[in-house]
């Protein structure tokens, strides 16, 4: 009898030693395949400034691919320039031509780029850039959605394809209740 219940204590022991051991290595599994994801699939940030109001608002979080860094036109990229976190739209990608007017037009190719949710023209900022500009290879030339204000390849020039941190995916509002 003293046997047999040993032996039942036994067999509970080495059961639950096989579900701490399964536990663990679950969870192991877990941490890296996140540290994995979060470190080479995808990007979480948040919007530190107006230039892509009403599209992002200052405070929103941002989850963007790391995968995919080769943009098309009218996706909003994530970028490091100068060393600061940067969110635009491309709007010309290599081998386009952009031109923008003292009448705030934005043309690319030679054709006029109408934007359904750009509520202010774009003018373009003489200082720092001569138009018309055209892309060579890995290079972009990003807007934000606020023209006015926006600090863009207007005021920096083209975005290099070895800037890009990725492409935007998903929007987290913050919103002030």
Same mark, same amino acid.
């Given at each position: 009898?003293?046997?047999?219940?040993l032996?039942?204590i036994?067999q509970e022991l080495?059961k639950?030693?096989n579900?701490?051991?399964r536990?663990?290595?679950?969870?192991?599994?877990?941490?890296?395949?996140?540290?994995?994801m979060?470190?080479?699939?995808?990007g979480?940030?948040?919007?530190?400034?107006?230039?892509m109001?009403?599209?992002l608002?200052?405070?929103?979080?941002? %989850?963007?691919s790391?995968?995919?860094k080769?943009p098309?036109?009218?996706?909003?990229?994530?970028? =490091?320039?100068? /060393? !600061? #976190?940067?969110?635009?739209r %491309?709007?010309?990608?290599?081998?386009?031509?952009?031109?923008i007017?003292?009448d705030?037009a934005? =043309?690319?190719? /030679? !054709? #006029?780029?109408?934007e359904e949710?750009?509520y202010?023209?774009?003018?373009?900022?003489?200082?720092?850039?001569?138009?018309?500009?055209t892309?060579?290879?890995?290079e972009?030339?990003?807007?934000?959605?606020?023209?006015r204000?926006?600090?863009?390849?207007r005021?920096?020039?083209?975005?290099k394809?070895?800037?890009?941190?990725?492409?935007l995916?998903l929007v987290?509002?913050q919103?002030?209740?």
């Open positions: 009898m003293f046997k047999q219940k032996k039942q036994r080495s639950s030693k579900g701490i051991r536990l663990v290595r679950n969870c192991f599994i877990i941490v890296v395949s996140l540290w994995v979060f470190s080479f699939i995808i979480v940030d948040t919007v530190g400034s107006y230039d109001t009403p599209a608002n200052l405070g929103d979080r941002i %989850v963007y790391r995968v995919n080769v098309v036109a009218r996706d909003v990229i994530v970028f =490091k320039k100068d /060393g !600061n #976190l940067c969110i635009s %491309v709007i010309a990608v290599p081998g386009d031509t952009v031109e007017t003292e705030g934005v =043309k690319v190719n /030679g !054709n #006029l780029i109408v949710k750009i202010s023209l774009t003018y373009p900022y003489s200082d720092n850039i001569s138009y018309p500009v892309l060579s290879s890995g972009y030339f990003v807007l934000g959605d606020n023209r204000t926006g600090v863009d390849s005021y920096y020039g083209t975005v394809s070895d800037e890009i941190l990725g492409t995916i987290l509002r919103y002030n209740f």
